[in-house]
Nanobody, 116 residues
Framework: QVMPVESGGGAVQAGESLTLSCVAP????????VGWFRQAAGKEREFVAG????????TYTDSVKGRFTISKDNAKNTVYLQMNSLKPEDTAVYYC?????????WGQGTQVTVSS
């Protein structure tokens, strides 16, 4: 599997939660990154959260800190994005991306819609 595959998107009301999953072509080297990006209609794609596979170090954009959690399951080559306290402004297509020295491999995306 070369390209990441996302799942778990859906439609929820504000304040509810969703968990996204990404099966990524992980390589157990010194550094390997898996991250989540999103693109809302009419807006540019933005970084949401990322994790470095070997160290487990995580990074979040300010707008999701305290609400979203990125984690991984080594045995399943899977990264999760737990999204709590969702807001309408979180509505977007969410993409999983991965790579050794950057985000070079991209999934097709999964839609997340948050209604008021």
């Amino acid at each position: 599997q070369v390209m990441p595959v996302e799942s778990g998107g859906g439609a929820v009301q504000a304040g509810e939660s969703l968990t996204l999953s990404c099966v990524a072509p992980v390589r157990t080297s010194s550094t390997y990154y898996v991250g989540w990006f999103r693109q809302a209609a009419g807006k540019e794609r933005e970084f949401v959260a990322g994790i470095e596979w070997s160290s487990g170090q995580t990074t979040y954009t300010d707008s999701v800190k305290g609400r979203f959690t990125i984690s991984k399951d080594n045995a399943k080559n899977t990264v999760y994005l737990q999204m709590n306290s969702l807001k309408p402004e979180d509505t977007a297509v969410y993409y999983c991306a991965a790579g050794r020295d950057g985000y070079h491999y991209w999934g097709q995306g999964t839609q997340v819609t948050v209604s008021s």
